[in-house]
């Protein structure tokens, strides 16, 4: 990164998606701040928010890469993805 | 009775001769992080069990000395390997040396053609793994805690693996081992004789004795492991129910599949579902009629996997399940493997969040008495929680127990959030006593009070002479005759009974 950008530093603004949960980026979930009283949230810049997420798919497809040769899913089998209302 | 006293610094001179001066630790920080484990710990009392120095040996004599002075000194020994330990194992109830084993790790052999490999108790299931990666062959034990935890605590816990079906759990990966015995003498323990020898009915299997010792009658001080071919080829699979009873009937038709790939059925119930939809980001989106899952894998060659993985598809289909998608089942199954990187919070009754450390009670419960066990586990842990105001139950689990026959009975845990920080004197024998009761349930079925984790500690090790009947006796005979001053980690499983002593585990 080069220079300061905006978007890198400040998350999005948060749309509600349960009674516990809320959401600034694309599957990456957050606790409603308003239950972290007790212990507070911690403000994170954006970029740090999806290195720490990247590096969790890196550590998970490094894992994947430990235990076997090959990963087979369901689609390779021609047994579908993600059932609709799953 | 045997009287534990202050170690002498001539004591301590005497341990830097036989280790040299960075063998041995008195500083303040290498003792208090020694001095638990992730199992809740009365953190109000951390003083009173932190150890009185810390040990680094190199090699199987050094631990011999070291055990020999202590016996000769009546110093407490207490074995340390990753400190992942869901049990106290590792705790030094009584002070005394902690003998860190982590400096052992070397690989001393890989013998690729009778297919062991021998190492030091100290070294990483991953990283061995890495090393052995280049041949083409894998050590298969797998824990949740692969990524931290040592095959020496993997030996004296006799611990339990993900994919123990397939491959058959910590017991049956190990081959053989060496051990130090509590009087320093060092020996050579298998089926029988013979270091790579899987099956011998020579003498008692004495491997078998010792395995899961909890460091009470000696400390492994190297091991000799199966080697397997390195799997081709993984497949999971996570399916979703409308009901436990449902996703309970389907784990049975999954578990009995007889596919000899099968690594392992895990049944998560309602309460574990409604926990990971509150703090889980795989399963916050899933609708409410998702109330339990099961998951599965398979790890082998590409001509067993791929067959093998229809058939499930099937089964779990045909028995109820609607599968849950590629992501979350190969992301999750691969997130298994390294449960203890999950940052831990609870939720008090209001949501509030709060720190929590992770708790989980485990069992093995037959396949027919799950559904009245989860009832009653839930039961007891709701009004511990409305007493104490810092549990918060995150679910339970039931995972296939058997090595290689993955059906009968499961490996059952309920994971239970615990507010540390709030711990005291008035609030610490209720959740022993939760815990008690968490056990009697499972004796009340006709299950073994822990399948993996151990039971050395107050609410669990009083229950062991229940479970043991008679078998208690024998324990309390041996350990009286191969530890004479009860000098190996004393206060645990009850077994200063051998000695007349019948002192509380905690004070």
């Known amino acids: 990164m080069i220079g300061f950008r905006l978007s890198a530093q400040k998350p999005p603004e948060a749309r509600r998606i349960t009674d516990?949960?809320?959401?600034?980026?694309?599957?990456?979930?957050?606790?409603?701040?308003?239950?972290?009283?007790?212990?507070e949230q911690q403000d994170m810049p954006a970029w740090d928010t999806m290195r720490i997420v990247d590096s969790r798919w890196e550590h998970l497809a490094w894992m994947h890469d430990h235990w076997a040769d090959t990963v087979l899913t369901a689609e390779d089998l021609g047994e579908g993805g993600p059932h609709p209302d799953g | 009775m045997t009287t534990f006293v202050a170690i002498r610094d001539t004591v301590v001179d005497e341990l830097r001769a036989i280790l040299g001066e960075e063998g041995v630790l008195t500083g303040k920080a290498a003792r208090y992080n020694r001095t638990r484990v992730p199992a809740p710990f009365p953190v109000h009392r951390w003083a009173e069990y932190v150890p009185d120095l810390v040990v680094l040996p190199r090699s199987a004599e050094q631990v011999s000395e070291i055990v020999k002075l202590a016996n000769?000194?009546?110093?407490?020994?207490?074995?340390?390997?990753?400190?992942?330990?869901?049990?106290?194992?590792?705790?030094?109830?009584?002070?005394?040396?902690?003998?860190?084993?982590?400096?052992?790790?070397?690989?001393?052999?890989v013998d690729l053609v009778d297919r062991t490999v021998t190492v030091g108790p100290g070294i990483n299931m991953l990283k061995l793994n890495e090393e052995l990666r280049k041949h083409n062959v894998m050590f298969p034990d797998d824990p949740a805690s692969y990524p931290c935890s040592l095959v020496g605590g993997r030996i004296g816990t006799s611990g339990w693996s993900l994919i123990g079906g397939r491959y058959g759990h910590t017991r049956d990966l190990v081959i053989s081992f060496q051990i130090v015995l509590p009087t320093g003498e060092i020996i050579e323990v298998g089926d029988g004789g013979g270091r790579k020898i899987r099956k011998s009915s020579s003498g008692f299997q004495l491997k078998h004795l010792f395995m899961g010792h909890q460091g009470t009658l000696g400390i492994v001080t190297e091991a000799t492991l199966e080697l397997v071919p390195r799997p081709e080829m993984e497949f999971a699979a996570f399916f979703h129910y409308p009901s436990y009873t449902a996703a309970w009937e389907s784990t049975g038709a999954l578990a009995k599949s007889g596919l000899a790939s099968l690594g392992g059925v895990v049944l998560f119930d309602e309460y574990k579902l409604r926990y990971l939809?509150?703090?889980?980001?795989?399963?916050?989106?899933?609708?409410?009629?998702?109330?339990?899952?099961?998951?599965?894998?398979?790890?082998?060659?590409?001509?067993?996997?791929?067959?093998?993985?229809?058939?499930?598809?099937?089964?779990?289909?045909?028995?109820?399940?609607?599968?849950?998608?590629?992501?979350?089942?190969?992301?999750?199954?691969?997130?298994?493997?390294?449960?203890?990187?999950?940052?831990?919070?609870?939720?008090?009754?209001?949501?509030?969040?709060?720190?929590?450390?992770?708790?989980?009670?485990?069992?093995?419960?037959?396949?027919?008495?799950?559904?009245?066990?989860?009832?009653?586990?839930?039961?007891?842990?709701?009004?511990?929680?409305?007493?104490?105001?810092?549990?918060?139950?995150?679910?339970?689990f039931a995972y296939t127990n058997g090595a290689y026959k993955p059906w009968g009975d499961y490996l059952t845990e309920i994971d239970i959030g615990?507010?540390?920080?709030?711990?005291?004197?008035?609030?610490?024998?209720?959740?022993?006593?939760?815990?008690?009761?968490?056990?009697?349930?499972?004796?009340?079925?006709?299950?073994?009070?822990?399948?993996?984790?151990?039971?050395?500690?107050?609410?669990?090790?009083?229950?062991?002479?229940?479970?043991?009947?008679?078998?208690?006796?024998?324990?309390?005979?041996?350990?009286?005759?191969?530890?004479?001053?009860?000098?190996?980690?004393?206060?645990?499983?009850?077994?200063?009974?051998?000695?007349?002593?019948?002192?509380?585990?905690?004070?």
Not at chain 2, 81 to 93: R, V
Not at chain 2, 103 to 109: C, G, Y
């Open chain 1, 20 to 39: 516990d949960v809320i959401q600034r980026f694309e599957h990456i979930y957050e606790v409603d701040p308003a239950k972290m009283t007790i212990i």
């Open chain 2, 72 to 109: 000769r000194e009546r110093i407490p020994v207490v074995p340390r390997a990753g400190g992942t330990g869901l049990n106290d194992g590792a705790l030094p109830l009584k002070r005394g040396i902690v003998v860190d084993i982590k400096r052992m790790n070397q690989i001393k052999e």
């Open chain 2, 277 to 396: 939809r509150r703090d889980d980001e795989a399963y916050i989106p899933r609708p409410d009629h998702v109330r339990a899952v099961v998951a599965t894998a398979l790890y082998g060659t590409r001509d067993e996997v791929e067959p093998a993985a229809r058939r499930i598809m099937r089964i779990g289909r045909e028995s109820g399940g609607t599968y849950l998608g590629d992501e979350i089942s190969s992301g999750d199954w691969a997130s298994r493997h390294d449960r203890y990187a999950t940052p831990l919070h609870g939720r008090l009754d209001s949501g509030e969040v709060v720190p929590m450390s992770w708790h989980c009670e485990d069992a093995s419960i037959n396949y027919s008495q799950l559904p009245a066990v989860m009832e009653k586990w839930h039961a007891i842990t709701a009004r511990y929680a409305e007493k104490t105001g810092i549990l918060d139950d995150w679910g339970m």
């Open chain 2, 418 to 507: 615990i507010w540390e920080q709030k711990l005291s004197d008035d609030n610490w024998p209720d959740w022993v006593a939760c815990k008690r009761e968490i056990g009697q349930v499972a004796l009340d079925h006709g299950g073994s009070i822990t399948a993996c984790h151990g039971a050395t500690r107050e609410g669990d090790a009083e229950l062991i002479p229940v479970e043991m009947g008679g078998g208690f006796d024998v324990m309390l005979k041996i350990k009286a005759a191969l530890d004479p001053n009860n000098i190996m980690n004393p206060g645990k499983y009850e077994l200063d009974r051998a000695y007349g002593l019948d002192e509380k585990v905690f004070r």
